[in-house]
Nanobody
Framework: QVQLVESGGGLVQAGESLRLSCAASGGSVGTYGVGWFRQAPGKEREFVAAIAWSGGSAFYADSVKGRFTISRDNAKNTVYLQMNSLKPEDTAVYYC??????????????????WGQGTHVTVSS
């Protein structure tokens, strides 16, 4: 069973950048499809980005396309979310999630088996 720990959140101003990390233990991140989701206060948890287990295909929500980049470092057993040109509407708790050999339905949160505890991102205007 894989455990996920997010880090890298914080308070930034609009236009700045952050890099979130999702460190995995108990399993190789290279054998999991990994997604980033976020939940703003009073809203549903929504898909942000994901990377397939094989080939590294990446997928993004329209709201972050061109600004966020997901990547994976198998040697460090970590998945990253580079967030550039941040906007106040990006403020949320960001969660990473994993599903074994995941390559489809990566934008669908109910298909993920494992979740981290989340990291807070606040973007001020």
């Amino acid at each position: 069973q894989v455990q996920l720990v997010e880090s890298g959140g914080g308070l930034v101003q609009a236009g700045e950048s952050l890099r979130l990390s999702c460190a995995a233990s108990g399993g190789s991140v290279g054998t999991y499809g990994v997604g980033w989701f976020r939940q703003a206060p009073g809203k549903e948890r929504e898909f942000v980005a994901a990377i397939a287990w094989s080939g590294g295909s990446a997928f993004y929500a329209d709201s972050v396309k061109g600004r966020f980049t997901i990547s994976r470092d198998n040697a460090k057993n970590t998945v990253y979310l580079q967030m550039n040109s941040l906007k106040p509407e990006d403020t949320a708790v960001y969660y990473c999630a994993a599903k074994f050999l995941g390559y489809r339905d990566l934008d669908t949160k109910v298909t993920y088996q494992y979740w981290g505890q989340g990291t807070h991102v606040t973007v001020s205007s």
